[in-house]
């Protein structure tokens, strides 16, 4: 059964940082296309980051600079640092893996930068 559970999500001030963390399990970890998008109520779910299996990566332009996505083969998770965080990075944000053809989602995680 493939599982991706994420964490770390909150409140946090503007200008503040938080840890995105996503343990996956169920499917073959170490060849996926690990990414985090979000999603604020009345858009679509936006690309924040993605990381290959080579370890390459791509963020959105909002995010260039503020972020950093990276994985863990050995432990089966893919983490997003966030810094300089602003109200408008108020959103959930999903975890999601392709892999062979198919792809998975997390369940979400809010974040809420807000003074």
């Known amino acids: 059964q493939v599982q991706l559970v994420e964490s770390g999500g909150g409140l946090v001030q503007p200008g503040g940082s938080l840890r995105l963390s996503c343990a996956a399990s169920?499917?073959?970890?170490?060849?996926?296309?690990l990414s985090w998008y979000r999603q604020v109520p009345g858009k679509e779910r936006e690309l924040v980051a993605r990381?290959?299996?080579?370890?390459?990566?791509k963020y959105a332009d909002s995010m260039q600079g503020r972020a950093t996505i990276s994985r863990d083969n050995d432990k089966n998770t893919v983490c997003l640092q966030m810094n300089s965080l602003k109200p408008e990075d108020t959103a959930v944000y999903y975890c999601?893996?392709?892999?062979?053809?198919?792809?998975?989602w997390g369940q979400g995680t809010q974040v809420t930068v807000s003074s």
């Open positions: 169920g499917f073959a970890f170490s060849r996926s296309v």
């Open positions: 990381i290959d299996s080579a370890g390459s990566t």
């Open positions: 999601h893996a392709f892999v062979s053809f198919r792809v998975y």
